[in-house]
């Protein structure tokens, strides 16, 4: 191609996809609805986070121990940005 600034020809430019924002899946801590902890990229961290909190209890089944989170709490995705709950506030 001749069409560039002074006669010098145009290469393409190859463009980098990156994923879009609403694509990267973020998890969070929740209790009874409301977002107690930051988000997280992986949902095996927000279970880390729950651990260290003292939010996982290990409950005895018939192939061992299995983890599972309080009663009022899950894990679940979430939007990247915190907003603290008003009653946390």
Known sequence: MQDGLMGHPIE?????????????????VFKDGDRISRPFQTEGD???CAND??????VPSSGGAVQVLDGHCTIKSCDAEFVMPANLA
Do not use: F, H
């Not at 909190?53 to 290990?58: D, F, K, R």
């Open 12 to 28: 393409p430019i190859q463009m980098e996809t990156l994923p879009r924002m609403e694509s990267i899946m973020s998890y969070a």
């Open 46 to 48: 927000a279970w880390d």
């Open 53 to 58: 909190a003292g939010l996982v209890e290990n």
